[in-house]
């Protein structure tokens, strides 16, 4: 199932790719000079700790900027025009809402056990 900000890319003419790792759980993103520079993330520390639940990750287009990447992911925020962005990282977790992905996820958290390209830290 793709993300919104996959969803964003592919509209834009991006393709969707493999992110490097899999991802779930709590995680740091860090902005790139881009997102430093962006009048619109001012306001967010340069390190930020982050929800993640994901295994893939936006395309780019040819005008689109990285704006914040992860360790395991290289493109957590994307900016594809001064108005459209892709959050690849997952800012509006909170208790409840991961105990739901984790009880509809029970089958997939199990099937990944031992994989090295997955990273998973929930606090």
């Known amino acids: ?3 919104g900000a996959q969803l964003i890319g592919q509209a834009l003419g991006a393709d969707v790719e493999q992110s490097p790792q899999k991802e779930i759980g709590v995680f740091p993103i860090q902005l790139t ?3 430093k520079r962006s009048s619109k993330f001012t306001h967010m520390a340069e390190a930020r700790e982050v929800g993640h639940w994901h295994n893939d990750m936006p395309g780019l287009t040819a005008d689109s900027k990285v704006l914040a990447y992860s360790d395991g992911c290289p493109r957590q925020i994307v900016e594809y025009t001064d108005l459209v962005y892709g959050l690849q990282c997952h800012m509006e977790f ?3 809402l991961i105990e739901l992905l984790i ?3 029970g089958e ?3 099937n990944m056990a031992g994989i090295s390209s997955y990273r998973t830290r929930i606090p």
Do not use: I, T
């Open 33 to 35: 000079a881009a997102g």
């Open 1 to 3: 199932m793709l993300s």
């Open 94 to 96: 909170n208790p409840a």
């Open 108 to 110: 997939e958290l199990l």
């Open 103 to 105: 009880r509809h996820s």
